[in-house]
Structure formats: C-alpha cells, structure tokens
C-alpha cells in the first residue's frame, strides 16, 4: 500500500486551506431535490432493528425521498450497527442517518455525533434539537483533529465526513491514532464519500466535493485498520467523477466510495 511521508501529508493540508470553505460548504444545502428512485428493503441479511429504522414513519419524508439513491438498509448493515451498540457518527447533518441509527442503537446504546464548526454554523440548531430529543445521543461541535472520543467503540460511521475532513485541515495521524485507541478490537469503520478519479489526490475536493478513494485507503490504512471490504453498494457507472455532487438534479447520484474498515482484533 502506498504509504504518505509527512511532506505530502503537509501538502495536502496547504492545498486544503487554500479552498473556500465558505463557497464550499454553502453548496451543502441542495439546489435542487434528485429524481425520485424506488426504493425496497432487501428481504435478506437486514436485522428486525434496522428495518424498523428505515421503515419508521417518524422519518423527514425528504430523507426517505432519498432511499432509493443511499441504500440505507444494506449500508447499515454493512456497518453492522446493532441494539446496545456505541456509534460515531461523523458529520451527522443534515440528519439523514442519526434518526436511524438513534433507533438501531435503541435505549441500551447511544449514539455520539460529531459535526465541523462551519457546518453547525448552518445545521447545528436542528442537530441540537434531535439531540435533545433523544437521549442516547450525544452532539459536539470542533475541531476532528482534537476529538477526545468515548471508550468502546463499537462502530465509526463516517458518510461523508471524509472530504470535508480534508476541507477543514484535519491531521489524521491524530484524528487516527485518538480514534483507533478509542475502539474495541474488532469494531468497524465504515467510510462512504463521493469519489474523485483515483489518483487526483486532493485535486478535486474543494471544487467537485469528491475524495479520492487511494486516498481514504492510504491515509486510513497507515493509521492500522484493515479493510474488510471494498463494497460496490453505490456504484454509479454513469458518474464520471467531474462534476460537482451538487449539480442542480444529480443530489445522490454520484458513484461512491463504500470502504469497510475494522480495527484489528490482534494488533
């Protein structure tokens, strides 16, 4: 595996700071809603937990409008987030996943969400807000290089997260090393993200949003997680990888990066 001298981590922590975050994050909010695509539970591998999740009719019906772009049975359960679990949720707005996984996890779990300031600038009320509403989660807003993360870890899910990551300058030696000790032997870091050309580095993650997936594998991998699987889940053949993942009437589509990490149970 290729691995990343700090030099080139540096560089690519220049290059990130020279990106706009301001226009960057403000394209969070959709311009525009995608075009609607079925959706079904598959009949097999989804817990009684996790369909309940996604069948609740509590859920924004704008999220649920989403389902059938995100997958989010079969993601969940690739994750293997069960009853009584400890998750990480990183970057949790715009409350796509929380719900579900607040409901997963249920009164025996809790659910600890974790967003950047610059997104809370725009999301955090209504973060708090659900947060409040449910105790078995937790809210924090900082800086990803200095989380002080819960013991036991059992699951990292990270949708999204890791672009804007690399937007807003986070060391991974410390995100990573504070991370890995924070997690039982054997539990999982699951990362899904738009993905960029592979070899574009950080090329295209201000401009287009995207992370390239060698990226997330070497930058992880050099951490200590082994990946587990390489999923095909949200593949996207029509993607050609240049084009912003807000583009008016393309929110969902792009082909995305389903990473299955874990911690290794000897280490």
Same mark, same amino acid.
Do not use: C
């Given at each position: 595996?290729?691995?990343?001298?700090?030099?080139?981590?540096?560089?690519?922590?220049?290059?990130?700071?020279? =990106?706009?975050?301001? $226009? @960057?994050?403000?394209? *969070?909010?959709?311009?525009?809603?995608?075009?609607?695509? +079925?959706? %079904?539970?598959?009949?097999?591998?989804?817990?009684?937990?996790?369909?309940?999740?996604?069948?609740?009719?509590?859920?924004?019906?704008?999220?649920?409008?989403?389902?059938?772009?995100?997958?989010?049975?079969?993601?969940?359960?690739?994750?293997?987030?069960?009853?009584?679990?400890?998750?990480?949720?990183?970057?949790?707005?715009?409350?796509?996943? =929380?719900?579900?996984? $607040? @409901?997963?996890?249920? *009164?025996?779990?809790?659910?600890?969400?974790?967003?950047? +300031?610059? %997104?809370?600038?725009?999301?955090?009320?209504?973060?708090?807000?659900?947060?409040?509403?449910?105790?078995?989660?937790?809210?924090?807003?900082?800086?990803?290089?200095?989380?002080?993360?819960?013991?036991?870890?059992?699951?990292?899910?990270?949708?999204?997260?890791?672009?804007?990551?690399?937007?807003?300058?986070?060391?991974?030696?410390?995100?990573?090393?504070?991370?890995?000790?924070?997690?039982?032997?054997?539990?999982?870091?699951?990362?899904?993200?738009?993905?960029?050309?592979?070899?574009?580095?950080?090329?295209?993650?201000?401009?287009?949003?995207?992370?390239?997936?060698?990226?997330?594998?070497?930058?992880?991998?050099?951490?200590?997680?082994?990946?587990?699987?390489?999923?095909?889940?949200?593949?996207?053949?029509?993607?050609?990888?240049?084009?912003?993942?807000?583009?008016?009437?393309?929110?969902?589509?792009?082909?995305?990066?389903?990473?299955?990490?874990?911690?290794?149970?000897?280490?």
């Amino acid at each position: 595996m290729k691995r990343f001298t700090l030099r080139q981590l540096a560089a690519i922590t220049i290059l990130a700071a020279s =990106a706009s975050l301001t $226009s @960057s994050f403000a394209q *969070e909010a959709p311009v525009a809603a995608a075009p609607a695509k +079925p959706y %079904t539970i598959p009949s097999k591998g989804i817990s009684d937990a996790i369909r309940k999740a996604v069948q609740d009719p509590a859920r924004a019906p704008n999220m649920v409008a989403r389902d059938g772009w995100r997958r989010p049975a079969e993601i969940l359960a690739l994750a293997g987030v069960r009853p009584g679990h400890r998750v990480v949720e990183l970057s949790s707005f715009p409350l796509y996943y =929380a719900p579900m996984l $607040s @409901s997963i996890v249920g *009164e025996k779990g809790m659910v600890h969400m974790y967003d950047f +300031p610059v %997104t809370a600038e725009q999301y955090g009320e209504s973060v708090r807000a659900f947060s409040a509403a449910h105790k078995n989660t937790k809210y924090e807003v900082g800086d990803f290089s200095n989380i002080a993360f819960p013991r036991n870890i059992d699951v990292v899910f990270s949708v999204h997260a890791f672009h804007l990551m690399l937007l807003t300058n986070t060391d991974f030696d410390r995100f990573h090393s504070a991370l890995f000790k924070a997690m039982k032997p054997g539990a999982i870091y699951l990362i899904v993200d738009h993905s960029a050309v592979v070899g574009s580095q950080t090329e295209d993650t201000a401009g287009l949003q995207r992370a390239d997936p060698s990226l997330i594998r070497a930058l992880v991998g050099n951490a200590g997680f082994q990946l587990v699987e390489d999923s095909r889940l949200l593949d996207n053949p029509q993607d050609d990888r240049k084009w912003p993942v807000f583009q008016e009437g393309k929110l969902d589509q792009t082909d995305q990066t389903v990473y299955k990490f874990r911690k290794p149970i000897v280490y």
